[in-house]
Each structure stands twice: as C-alpha cells, then as structure tokens.
C-alpha cells in the first residue's frame, strides 16, 4: 500500500492564478481530509468528505472547492490564489468507524507571490 | 477560538530522561485524544490515542494522560531518545462527526 499521496510536492503560484492539489488513497477508506498548517500553527481543516459525492466545510473553506467522485481521490481546488493562502497542505484519510487516527499524506508546499 | 491548545511551543530534554508534553482543551464533548508526530517535510504520524473512558493508555516508552475534570492530557516518553525529536501535535474528536482538532504543536528536542 502507498497509503496517502500527494502531488506536487512543491509549488509557486502568482496571484490570481489557479491549481488544484491532488490526493488519493489506496486503503479504501471513505472520510478524507485537506487540512492547512501555517507556521507556528496547527492544523486546520479546510474540506472533508465522508465518501464519494459527499463533502462538506470545515473551518476555513473560503477560496478553496472540492470534490469527490471517488472513494480514492479527493482533490483540493484553489481558484484565484492569494498570498493568505501560501501553506503547506495536508491529505488525510480514516477508515469508516469510529475512534481511528488519521493517515497523513507528506503535504504540498505552496507559496504564492 | 482554540478549542485545543499546547502551550509549550518548545521543549529540551536530555536523552534517557522523560519528555511530558502537555495539551488543554476546552470543548467538553470531546470524547477522543491523540497524539501525532511530525518530522520536518513528512506528514503527521499517529503516535497513540486514548478514549475518554479511560485515564491512562500506554504504548511501549509512550503513554497519554487523561485528566477529563481538568480538560488535560499530557504525553510521557519514557526514555526519551534523539529519535524523537520532532514536532508533536495533540488532537481531539466527538463521536460521530468524523472530524479532528489540532493543537498548535510543541516541538520537542531530545539532546544526546
């Protein structure tokens, strides 16, 4: 199993430029999660997803989309990027019960300039 | 408003000695603990968890404290080794919502 990855490792985005950062898990597992952290900060949670068609809001959702059309990707979608949003991003994944850890993926670095 | 905190943004221990990292929360509903791992350019590692049933779990040279009258949980690394230098985070959940809240992190420095 390669568990959770995630593509790019590194990014540079100008400013109103848009990307999407791409997760997928190979355990099956239905809830995922795109998490941000800041420097000197935890981690906070932008999207999450309960399984295929289904996501929802998590603390700081704004400037960001998502989808899910499959139980194994869940990309993260940033549409006209701002500086606020440079951070590293974090993909994880928890199996269908309750009381589990999360899987991580190695995150995505983005600076936007 | 940070419903989980660590306060201790770092901390030094000297190897073979014990490494007590500390994590308050506020929200009472919360019902599940767990402390994660983080060396640089990786992504969080879980470490070890405990349910709000209990007040103790243990895991090898790693054991997490509950005290729920306190809101407190503390993780105690007995002995501790350069091994384990890295950040660690704390994290707490509610049954039923599937959804985790991190504290800041306390990097931890064990030196040999």
């Known amino acids: 199993n390669a568990g959770v990855t995630q593509t790019p490792k590194f990014r540079i985005l100008k400013i109103g430029q848009s990307m999407t950062l791409q997760c997928t898990q190979d355990m099956n597992h239905n809830y995922m999660y795109w998490y941000r952290q800041d420097p000197g900060m935890g981690l906070k949670l932008i999207y999450y997803?309960?399984?295929?068609?289904?996501?929802d809001k998590g603390e700081v959702p704004n400037g960001y989309n998502v989808s899910r059309s499959t139980t194994e990707d869940f990309p993260l979608r940033l549409e006209l990027a701002a500086p606020s949003q440079t951070s590293v991003y974090f993909c994880a994944s928890t199996p269908s019960r309750d009381r589990t850890e999360q899987y991580f993926g190695p995150g995505t670095r983005l600076t936007v300039t | 408003d940070q419903q989980v905190k660590q306060n201790s943004p770092s901390l030094s221990v000297q190897e073979g000695r014990i490494s007590i990292l500390n994590c308050d929360y506020t929200?009472?509903?919360?019902?599940?603990f767990l402390w994660y791992k983080k060396y640089p350019a990786e992504g969080p590692t879980f470490l070890i968890s405990i349910s709000s049933i209990k007040d103790k779990n243990e895991d090898g040279r790693f054991t997490v404290f509950l005290n729920k009258s306190a809101k407190h949980l503390s993780l105690h690394i007995v002995p501790s080794q350069p091994g384990d230098s890295a950040v660690y985070f704390c994290a707490a959940s509610t049954s039923g919502t599937y959804k985790y809240i991190f504290g800041t992190g306390t990097r931890l420095k064990v030196l040999a």
């Open positions: 929200n009472s509903m919360f019902d599940y």
């Open positions: 997803s309960v399984g295929a068609g289904i996501t």
